[in-house]
């Protein structure tokens, strides 16, 4: 089992930066795909960022904005926001998975309990 806690959202205004954190226990951290998806009030949650030991992959929407990293250190992933949008507005959630890097939630197995993000214009 791997228990994960997000933490770290809050209200931002446009053009602003944010991190969020999310800390795993339980099992080798290091066999983990770790991803951050996003769920919008009216909307479906969607795919933003994952990183394994093939590096990190984001969605187009914030390509060049996000950075996922990870420390194995402290078993914890972050996702840096920087130029954030009142788009990127949303429950952000980090999952993990054993197996190959996936944009596709339903193939995450652990989830964590949601930061909310909120970006003013």
Known sequence: ????????GGLVQAGGSLRLSCAASGRTFSKYVLGWFRQAPGKEREFVAAISWAGPYYADSVKGRFTITRDSSKNTVYLQM???EPGDTAVYYCAAREGPRTTDQSRYDYWGQGTQVTVSS
């Open 1 to 8: 089992q791997v228990q994960l806690v997000d933490s770290g």
């Open 82 to 84: 920087n130029k954030v």
